[in-house]
């Protein structure tokens, strides 16, 4: 009879083992979903900082190379203003003398 209170007793304290390490088990799996879940966050946010850290030096390349566009089209404006202000010039007397003639012909 010993012998048999010895074997349930035994696989009681297997059960109750067993219990322990499923449990075990568990909380070892929420542990480790949990710090999965905090190093996808980390991961995100460095992700995001490092994007914003690129789109913010591509906006400030942008705005340089505007200005410059900016800056070179008001040049050639500049450039082609002064070319049609001496062509005006040098050909006003002709121009004038041109309508002159004309409205004395008819």
Known sequence: MQRNNDAIAKLLQAEEDGKKKIEEARQMG?????????QAMNDIKKF???KRKQLD?????????????KKDLANKVEV?????????EE???QAVQLLINTVFDV
């Open 30 to 38: 929420a542990v480790q979903i949990k710090n999965a879940k905090e």
């Open 48 to 50: 995001e900082t490092e």
């Open 57 to 69: 030096e591509q906006r400030a390349k942008n705005d340089v190379q505007l200005q410059q566009t």
């Open 80 to 88: 082609e203003i002064a070319g049609i202000n001496k062509h005006a």
């Open 91 to 93: 050909h006003m007397t």
